[in-house]
């Protein structure tokens, strides 16, 4: 009776140890904890100076036992993998799953952005975009297509898609439970490690030449899906752009970078053409966030901005124009 009474203590006292050091573990300062490992110390390095330097690790990255019995067997396996020789990298990358499960903690912080991204194009999921019928009749679904639309996808297009009948109308995604997944997440624009000062803000205005705060790196960040990795909006190439045979000048800001990586032009790199939205004619210049607000895309009250003059009703009709951009 004495043993059984004996182990059971001891069992109990080794299960609130072990609780115990694991809940103080997700609580300690990072570089006590996490940065102790030698891949997460360049990511830990850039947090310490970036704008969430202020939030703990598990309130993006969640816990062993957030996901449940998933995340349990998931960091169980990453601690394994460690010891074993199957280690192939010291870079820690994200499969989608996990990409979603912080997009849907970026939301508890922000949410009026949340908001905006919903009623945006932004967050249209897979079903929309691959199995959109009229699109398909024009074009084939191909491996490129994941670079805008499913950046974070695991497989390649003939993974998520059965394209083998030589009729679109039977083309579909093979699993059911990707089609209503957002193709297009917050960290397809927004890098969560970003080494950035705290103490001064980003501010983008209309053009370079009055972008006069530069002490800031920009919040926004292209995911290469080829690479996996991001590159830094204003790092970003600024390509020669034409207006028929004539080179234009347009806007080179770190948001007009991002915006045209996906809203591109034709290899002829004239505006307008394909998904482009160059402006041209009065307007150019203009930074894409100058009429678009930066998560919903709306537009509607931009054109106030600079003209205070013009009542609703001749906004209205600007906006009813076939070439307006809405």
């Not at 997440?185 to 001064?200: E, G, K, R």
């Not at 002490?215 to 590159?231: F, G």
């Not at 041209?280 to 895309?297: D, I, K, N, Y």
């Amino acid at each position: 009776m004495k043993k059984i009474v004996f182990l059971s203590l001891f069992c109990l006292f080794s299960i609130l140890i072990v609780v115990g050091s694991y809940i103080t573990w997700n609580r300690v300062d990072p570089d006590y904890s996490c940065a102790q490992c030698h891949e997460i110390t360049p990511s830990h390095s850039k947090w310490k100076s970036s704008a969430h330097a202020g939030v703990h690790c598990i309130e993006c990255h969640g816990t062993a036992i957030s996901e449940g019995f998933h995340s349990l067997a998931e960091k169980s396996n990453m601690v394994l993998t460690h010891f074993t020789k199957e280690k192939t990298s010291d870079e820690i990358r994200l499969d989608e799953r996990q990409i979603l499960a912080i997009h849907r903690r970026c939301i508890a912080c922000h949410q009026s952005e949340y908001a905006g991204w919903l009623a945006s194009g932004h967050a249209v999921n897979y079903r929309e975009i691959f199995m959109d019928s009229v699109h398909n009749a024009l074009e084939k679904p191909y491996w490129d297509c994941l670079r805008c639309h499913g950046m974070f996808y695991d497989g390649n297009i003939h993974d998520l898609m059965a394209l083998e009948d030589t009729s679109f109308i039977h083309w579909k995604i093979r699993d059911e439970k990707q089609e209503m997944l957002p193709a297009i997440p917050c960290l397809a624009c927004h890098q969560m490690h970003t080494d950035n000062p705290v103490s001064q803000r980003f501010v983008t205005f209309f053009a370079d030449s009055l972008r006069t705060s530069t002490a800031r790196n920009p919040r926004i960040a292209l995911y290469l899906r080829a690479d996996k990795r991001y590159l830094r909006a204003d790092k970003l190439p600024h390509p020669q752009m034409y207006n028929a045979e004539s080179e234009i000048s347009y806007a080179s800001d770190p948001n007009t970078r991002l915006c045209m990586q996906c809203h591109a032009p034709n290899f002829k790199h004239q505006a307008g053409s394909e998904d482009d939205r160059t402006v041209t004619g009065v307007h150019w210049e203009l930074s894409c966030t100058a009429c678009h607000r930066p998560h919903s895309g709306e537009t509607r009250e931009s054109c106030a901005q600079c003209h205070s003059s013009l009542t609703e009703v001749q906004i209205k009709k600007v906006f009813e124009q076939p070439h307006c951009y809405k």
